[in-house]
């Protein structure tokens, strides 16, 4: 790899580090080709991404990014995961450690926040931007159905009422 291709490198890094929600840093070491494309298939599907780089150029990179405490985590094959949602990268790398044994996370960043292994379980159990949109969606929708329920209930209660009067009617 020639300057010029390392200059690339870390310029891509220094973007990824820069517009990315959250980063996870783990060890790969022992994943077969095939185990690697599976993390890589389940981290596009989240909208994540993964990226190997030489540790050295991701240090460079990270020089003056909110990340930089990372750069503690970057020593032998580490892969990082990153998303621009806040929990999305944390999820996807947490439920393939669960799977995989080799796949070891060491840590990560979360805007200026350093996290610990167990920073990053903590942020891979909240919900995600959807699954909080849809949550927020739900809260703002449930009173318009009540409001029209009820609005609704008087005149099917007023429509019982008379079918049960016009019923007496007949029979007498």
Same mark, same amino acid.
């Given at each position: 790899?020639?300057?010029?291709?390392?200059?690339?490198?870390?310029?891509?890094?220094?973007?990824?580090?820069?517009?990315?929600?959250?980063?996870?840093?783990?060890?790969?070491?022992?994943?077969?080709?095939?185990?690697?494309?599976?993390?890589?298939?389940?981290?596009?599907? %989240?909208?994540?991404?993964?990226?190997?780089? +030489?540790?050295?150029?991701? +240090?460079?990179?990270?020089?003056? #990014?909110?990340?930089?405490?990372? %750069?503690?985590?970057?020593?032998?094959?580490?892969?990082?995961?990153?998303?621009?949602?806040?929990?999305?990268?944390?999820?996807?790398?947490?439920?393939?450690? +669960?799977?995989?044994? +080799?796949?070891?996370?060491?840590?990560? %960043?979360?805007?200026?926040?350093?996290?610990?292994?167990?920073?990053? #379980?903590?942020?891979?159990?909240?919900?995600?931007?959807?699954?909080?949109?849809?949550?927020?969606?739900?809260?703002?929708?449930?009173?318009?159905?009540?409001?029209?329920?009820?609005?609704?209930?008087?005149?099917?209660?007023?429509?019982?009422?008379?079918?049960?009067?016009?019923?007496?009617?007949?029979?007498?």
């Amino acid at each position: 790899m020639d300057r010029a291709q390392k200059e690339k490198v870390v310029d891509e890094l220094g973007q990824i580090f820069e517009s990315s929600g959250v980063v996870v840093v783990a060890r790969y070491a022992g994943l077969t080709v095939a185990e690697m494309q599976a993390l890589r298939a389940r981290a596009r599907e %989240a909208d994540c991404g993964v990226r190997v780089a +030489k540790n050295r150029l991701a +240090k460079i990179a990270l020089e003056g #990014k909110p990340c930089a405490s990372v %750069a503690d985590f970057l020593t032998g094959m580490t892969v990082l995961t990153y998303s621009e949602d806040p929990v999305a990268a944390a999820k996807v790398a947490e439920e393939f450690a +669960k799977e995989n044994s +080799k796949f070891d996370i060491l840590g990560g %960043a979360m805007g200026d926040n350093g996290l610990d292994r167990a920073g990053v #379980k903590a942020v891979s159990s909240m919900p995600s931007r959807e699954e909080l949109i849809a949550s927020i969606a739900g809260c703002i929708g449930a009173p318009a159905s009540n409001i029209a329920g009820a609005i609704g209930a008087p005149a099917s209660n007023i429509a019982s009422i008379l079918s049960t009067l016009e019923e007496k009617a007949e029979a007498a």
